[in-house]
Each structure stands twice: as structure tokens, then as C-alpha cells.
């Protein structure tokens, strides 16, 4: 989920289960929702994105759920792995004619071996 | 191809002194953004370019921070005087498609302390 001043939520999972992530996202007429990782040290890194016409998305090994009546982001991790273990973000897009992207603050995610 | 490009990795500098941070993008890609992330204010926009054109510098703080980008393979990122509210990591990255322009690539980003 979103973090508040300088502490980020953070999630705990035991190697080989399920992520899940959770975004809220403020702007109704955003057209792309996009999630990023970031590793420490490094810059993000992006993962998959998900347009607004659509509620779900997958990738290899993540999925993507878009609720647009609760403005809800997800994604999820299946088989988490210790390389998994990084700040997760999600951002959003506003819409057709603009470039600019509304970043969350981010989760971290751990991954206990 | 060896990514995105940044140096230097870590700058330390006092209060007024001037700070040029560099970035090489991937070749070929027309499009480069800087970013500055805080653990406040998380990841923001400052500028990006198409073809070495400034389009949108709406997020350049104010009138201390200038970016250039002289050629397709160098950009500059400049802040006279620094202030110690200037420390943040700043990030280059760079796409080849408008279209999906959020499909970046990120380089490993300039951790500037100001003192």
C-alpha cells in the first residue's frame, strides 16, 4: 500500500508463497496503471503495466488486478523467491496527451528464505 | 549494452557549491528523464527530453536546477547553488517509444548529500 512520512509499509513472506501487493490510486482518468521494483542500491525497474480499460494482466509469474470502482492496484507475486526482495511502486498515468507519471511511495517486500 | 549511465555514484558538497550530474542513456533511445527521489516525496519527474529537446521541465524545482542535453548520448543535470534540501537521489532513465514511454530504463542514480 501507500506509505505515510519516511516509514514504509513493509511485507514479510515466506519463501515460495504468494505476494501481494496493494496500491491506491487517486486519479479517476489516469489511463495506464504501472509497477515498478526497485532493489537497493539500484534504479527501478519496470514490471508490467495494466491500461484502464482492463481489470487484470499477467506477466511471468505476476499479475496485475485493476478495481477501478475502489481505485484498488494489485500485484501479485506468485512463488515468491529472495530475489523478489526489493521496494515495490506503483504509478500512474494521467491521461492520452500527458507524460506525466504520479509515483506511490512504495513496499517493501522481504522475503524470508 | 551496458544500460543507462550515471556518475558520479555519490557527490558530497557544501552548501553553494555547484553540482553537474551526468547521465549516458541507452543509444538509440530518443526519450531521457530525470528523477529525484526522497524518502518524503518518493520518485519525481523533473524534465524529460525527446531527441535532446527539453519538452516538459514543469518539475525542475526552480531556477537553481537546469538540464541540458548537448547530444543523443549526454545529459547534464545541474544545481547552483546547492542547498542542503537538494540531497536526494537523482536518476537518469531512457525509452525508445513515446507511446509506452513508461517502459523506462532506469541507471543506478547519483546520491547527492548537500552539507
Known amino acids: 500500500g501507500e506509505s505515510v512520512g519516511l516509514h514504509l509499509p513493509t511485507l514479510s513472506v515466506q519463501e515460495g508463497d504468494n505476494s501481494i501487493i496493494n496500491c491506491a490510486y487517486s486519479n479517476s482518468a489516469s489511463d495506464y496503471f504501472i509497477w515498478y521494483k526497485q532493489e537497493s542500491g539500484k534504479g527501478p525497474q519496470f514490471i508490467i503495466d495494466i491500461r484502464s480499460n482492463m481489470d487484470k494482466r499477467q506477466g511471468q509469474r505476476v499479475t496485475v488486478l485493476l478495481n477501478k470502482t475502489v481505485k484498488h492496484l494489485s500485484l501479485q507475486i506468485a512463488a515468491t523467491q529472495p530475489g523478489d526482495s526489493a521496494v515495490y511502486f506503483c504509478a500512474e498515468k494521467e491521461g492520452a496527451g500527458s507524460y506525466q507519471l504520479t509515483f506511490g511511495k512504495g513496499t517493501k517486500l522481504s522475503v524470508i528464505p | 549494452d551496458a544500460g543507462v549511465i550515471q556518475s558520479p555514484r555519490h557527490e558530497v558538497t557544501e552548501m553553494g557549491q555547484e553540482v553537474t550530474l551526468r547521465c549516458k542513456p541507452i543509444s538509440g533511445h530518443d526519450y531521457l528523464f530525470w528523477y529525484r527521489q526522497t524518502m518524503m516525496r518518493g520518485l519525481e519527474l523533473l524534465i524529460y527530453f525527446n531527441n535532446n529537446v527539453p519538452i516538459d521541465d514543469s518539475g525542475m524545482p526552480e531556477d537553481r536546477f537546469s538540464a541540458k542535453m548537448p547530444n543523443a548520448s549526454f545529459s547534464t543535470l545541474k544545481i547552483q547553488p546547492s542547498e542542503p534540501r537538494d540531497s536526494a537521489v537523482y536518476f537518469c532513465?531512457?525509452?525508445?517509444?513515446?507511446?509506452?514511454?513508461?517502459?523506462?530504463?532506469f541507471g543506478p542514480g547519483t546520491r547527492l548529500t548537500v552539507t
Open positions: 532513465a531512457s525509452s525508445p517509444h513515446l507511446e509506452t514511454y513508461w517502459e523506462q530504463y
